[in-house]
């Protein structure tokens, strides 16, 4: 799957280009009645392709619901309702479609890294062939039609999760956060709008989706993005010329991965963060960036109870968690 691995450069971790469309004819899903949301699963489904499968929530177990989110592929807004809901995923997840959201369609690529060329086709490709069997819902004027007047436009949102440690530590987030929203950027947390930044994880966004191209959106998060990770790395530098300290906490981490025996997720969070940076400052060498990666997700408690195939109450999971961490640490 896409989202256990990392690029090389690991600040950041992912990229997701979101395409929202409305199909002509229909009204937006907060006004359609149950036939006529199936009607619009039922068009989306008859034109996958053969790498693609639908799945509805409703047919889903709780933790199966709650690990989409956990591995960003559906919102969670989204789940809150699972009533006529439905998504298609590819093979390795990197296309993801939210069928009846907010809007009739939230057509997401994903990609490992700054890859957002990648993420764009992926979407791009999908909305292209839907496209073909349906009309979308436009303006000659505004553009695509949306159900949230944000999206009204290109009905594009182009984001980069980031891991920024260091600019979180030296207090510089706030100050961040204040120039990208001068130039239509913003900031979120780990699952985006009104969540928090969960081990240093930011989401990097478009605000405006009117009056500019799918690709001068693209560019601009890109560019905007490129800028971010040059403040991280020069804030890494400042971090470490605290050598010993720096090393000591990196290194301190590690060990209480490798050998608690309860931890809860938010204590996981920090110490995987830290063992990140280190991978990345070459302070720890004998550990693949992309394990982290990997327990970095299934720490969740929807996607650790999925992984060691088990139901668990709170005190079980954090006991749970840590001996699956110090299992994979210490292959």
């Known amino acids: 799957m896409w989202y256990y691995n ?25 006004m359609l009645n149950d036939n006529e949301a199936k009607e619009i699963t039922e ?4 034109n996958m392709n053969k790498d693609e499968k639908l799945l509805k ?41 939210m069928i009846n959201e907010e809007d009739h369609l939230r057509i997401q690529g994903f990609s490992s890294g700054l890859n957002l060329d990648e993420a764009y086709k992926i979407s791009k490709e999908a909305e ?38 260091a600019l979180t530590r030296l207090g510089y987030i706030s100050r961040l956060l204040e120039d990208a929203a001068k130039i239509g950027i913003t900031i979120r947390g780990l699952y985006g709008e009104n969540t928090a930044a969960r081990g240093n994880l930011y989401q990097i966004s478009n605000q405006k989706t009117m009056g500019m191209t799918e690709n001068e959106i693209c560019k601009a998060v890109k560019q905007i993005t490129e ?19 720096y090393e000591d906490k990196i290194m301190r981490a590690l060990g209480t991965l490798k050998y608690a025996r309860r931890m809860q997720t938010s204590e996981a969070e920090k110490l995987l963060s830290l063992v990140r940076v280190g991978i990345e400052s070459k302070i720890i060498k004998n550990i693949d960036p992309n394990l982290i990666q990997k327990l970095s997700i299934n720490v969740y408690a929807n996607n650790l109870q999925l992984e060691l ?22 292959k």
Do not use: W
């Open 6 to 30: 990392v690029d090389k450069n690991q600040i950041a971790i992912s990229s997701r280009v979101r395409i929202a469309r409305n199909i002509e004819g229909y009204k937006f899903p907060q």
């Open 43 to 46: 068009i989306i489904e008859k």
């Open 128 to 165: 292209e062939r839907i496209n073909k069997v349906v009309k979308y819902s436009e303006h000659n004027q505004y553009g695509y039609l949306s159900a949230c007047p944000t999206n009204i436009g290109s009905g594009i949102r182009v984001s980069v999760m980031l891991h920024l440690p």
């Open 227 to 245: 800028e971010i990770i040059k403040q991280e790395k020069k804030a890494r530098d400042i971090i470490n010329a605290e050598e010993t300290y």
């Open 57 to 97: 929530l409703s047919d889903m177990d709780k933790l199966t619901v709650g690990s989409l989110v956990e591995r960003h592929l559906v919102s969670k807004e989204y789940i809150k309702d699972t009533t006529n809901k439905a998504i298609v995923l590819n093979k390795d997840c990197s296309l993801s479609i």
């Open 309 to 330: 195939k088990k139901e668990m109450d709170e005190g079980e999971r954090d006991i749970e968690r840590s001996k699956y961490i110090r299992r994979e640490l210490n």
